[in-house]
């Protein structure tokens, strides 16, 4: 998952959770108490600390010695979002599809697909998963300017 946060001046600064190191996902499981699985869960469930722990993570890069007890924020509430990453849409629409024809029902794909379209960080990227699946005629048209 991408973690992002908006800062004051408008930029954004995002980090994937998917591309932390080892070290810097054993990093976050400690500083929160929990399991990789866990803190997965806890980023779709969209929990901010969750999400902190993962900027904190990527600016750890550049000051090794940012102490996560007293990393803040601001405004968190409105400017932290997480969404699926493309290649984590591609793994559930592929588990979706295979399920979907094994047992002959559309209905779990298109409700897969309304969840993504809700839950990915590029909504793009929910489409250009339909179309790699072939079932392009569930993707829906809307200008890049809605991701």
Do not use: C
């Amino acid at each position: 998952m991408i973690v992002a946060y908006r800062h004051e001046d408008g930029t954004v600064e995002e980090v994937s959770a998917g591309d932390l190191s080892a070290l810097e996902a054993a990093a976050v499981e400690d500083v929160l108490g929990s399991t990789w699985q866990e803190i997965e869960q806890r980023l779709r469930e969209k929990d901010p600390t969750a999400m902190r722990a993962i900027i904190w993570a990527g600016r750890r890069r550049e000051d090794a010695d940012l102490d996560f007890a007293t990393f803040d924020l601001p405004q968190a509430g409105r400017r932290l979002r997480v969404g699926y990453e493309r290649y984590e849409i591609d793994d559930i629409l592929t588990a979706v599809l295979e399920s979907s024809l094994a047992k002959s029902e559309d209905a779990s794909m298109e409700l897969a697909q309304q969840h993504l379209r809700n839950s990915a960080y590029r909504r793009s990227d929910v489409d250009a998963a339909l179309e790699a699946l072939g079932k392009g005629h569930l993707a829906r048209r809307r200008p890049a300017s809605e991701d």
